[in-house]
Every structure is written in structure tokens, then in C-alpha cells.
């Protein structure tokens, strides 16, 4: 095996069980506190993260087991290094696999020909909401406020919304049908709820406009949102 060859695989991040362990290994002494550290235990730990430099070369360095010593000193302390370490390994792998275009907050769309354009020329991927609304009309501004908090916990789904006098669509949607809440996925209308502040309660909140759509199966998974819990929920 070429020098060049020995040198990609150290650098890139293993997927196979040793490959885990050298990772985790590494995390680990870059996540703690080494000011701290006890010279000794910084030298174990710093032989762990490199396991094969400098008393040792190429694949049987990086590929040995791990001994008593460093098993002990990984249990010490662990949990919250571990959940940081599974949470970002589950981040890179979403990097690696989402695809199509992210967005942040709610686009106003001003136009019937800014409507069309963003349904037609939007990623194929992409989810888009659009909530037409008209000012003065119940719920849609309770609506709007909604939109606003859903768009940055699905920052892949594109919220957008447009008021019905400015669409050159007021005698279509009347007051008597708005809010309204469109949903179109490349090109195609996957959902059209009218006056949809009747399927909510008097008094609703974005989590209730969330269970909405997700009854319908039109909000993807949210990014994260298990891990984040499970956090919260240790810290609680």
C-alpha cells in the first residue's frame, strides 16, 4: 500500500467498528477540558486519538484494539461527550444525504406571477406552504405568527405567503375561505385547505398548524429533533 494511500485513510473518517472507535477516540480528546487534565491522563488520551504515531505506523496503529486502561478512561464521564459525539455524527450523515435548497423565515410573495413562479420553478424537493390570507380576515394573522416559528424549525420546507388582494385572486378566495393554506411539491398541489382555521381550535398555536399538516403526511422529519430531546430531557 502506497504512503499516499495510508494517508487517505487516516484522514477520512472510518465507517467500519475500528474506524468508529478511532473517531469516537479523537472526539473525545478534543472535547474535553485539557487544561485540567492531569498530565497522565492527557497522555493516555492523547496516545488514543493517534493510536498509531508516533511508537506506531500505518494500518496495525490505527486498527489496534483497545486495551483495559483506555476502556476504564472511557467510561469516566461520558454521557454528555457520547450524546455530542452521536449527535454530530448524526449531522454529517443528514449533510450527506438531504439535498435540494434550505431556507429561512416566510417569503412574501407580492404577485399572482411570483405565485406561479415559485410552484413551477421551485427545487422538485421541495415542500412548499403558501398561506393566502387577507388583513382584517380571523386567523390570519394568528396563522402568519404560526408560519414564522414552523419556517425555522423546517428550514428545508418553504413557507411563503401572499395576501389575496395583491394575488389578483380576491373574488376567487373571499373571506369566507381564508386563511387559506396551499401545499405544492414540484408542481403538483398536494393539499388545499380552505378556511382552514375551522380544523384548529379557537385558540391556536404553531405546534396545532404542525399536527395539521403532519396528519396529511406533508411536513418532512424534523432534523434532529429525537436527539435534541433526548438532551433536554437529561438535563432535566
Known amino acids: 500500500m502506497s504512503d499516499r494511500l495510508l494517508d487517505m485513510e487516516e484522514s477520512t473518517t472510518q465507517t467500519g467498528p475500528k474506524g468508529v472507535i478511532n473517531d469516537w477516540r479523537r ?28 511508537k506506531e505506523d500505518g494500518r ?9 486502561q ?21 449531522q454529517e450523515m443528514h449533510d450527506k444525504l438531504s439535498f435540494g435548497p434550505r431556507f429561512e423565515g416566510v417569503h412574501e410573495l407580492d404577485s399572482g406571477e411570483a405565485f406561479l413562479e415559485v410552484i413551477e420553478k421551485e427545487h422538485y424537493s421541495t415542500v412548499v406552504v403558501v398561506h393566502i390570507y387577507k388583513v382584517g380576515v380571523k386567523g390570519c394573522e394568528e396563522l402568519n405568527n404560526c408560519l414564522d416559528c414552523l419556517a425555522l424549525e423546517y428550514p428545508s ?3 411563503c405567503r401572499i395576501d389575496a388582494v395583491s394575488s ?9 375561505v381564508l ?3 396551499l401545499v405544492y411539491k414540484a408542481g403538483d398541489l398536494l393539499g388545499n385547505f380552505l378556511a382552514c382555521t375551522q380544523h384548529l381550535t379557537e385558540e391556536f398555536f404553531a405546534t396545532d398548524v404542525e399536527a ?8 418532512p422529519e424534523k432534523e434532529l429533533a429525537g436527539m435534541e430531546d433526548e438532551e433536554e430531557n437529561d438535563v432535566e
Do not use: I
Open 179 to 181: 386563511p387559506t393554506l
Open 70 to 90: 483506555e476502556y476504564e478512561l472511557l467510561k469516566e464521564e461520558d454521557e454528555g461527550c457520547l450524546k455530542k459525539y452521536r449527535k454530530r455524527c448524526m
Open 157 to 159: 420546507v418553504k413557507f
Open 27 to 54: 472526539f473525545k480528546l478534543e472535547s474535553m477540558d485539557q487544561e485540567n487534565l492531569p498530565p497522565a491522563k492527557k497522555e493516555l488520551l492523547r496516545q488514543m486519538s493517534s493510536p498509531g504515531k508516533p
Open 168 to 176: 389578483g385572486a380576491a373574488e376567487r378566495f373571499s373571506d369566507e
Open 60 to 68: 496495525s496503529g490505527l486498527n489496534r484494539k483497545m486495551s483495559v
Open 212 to 219: 395539521f399538516l403532519n396528519s396529511y403526511g406533508l411536513l
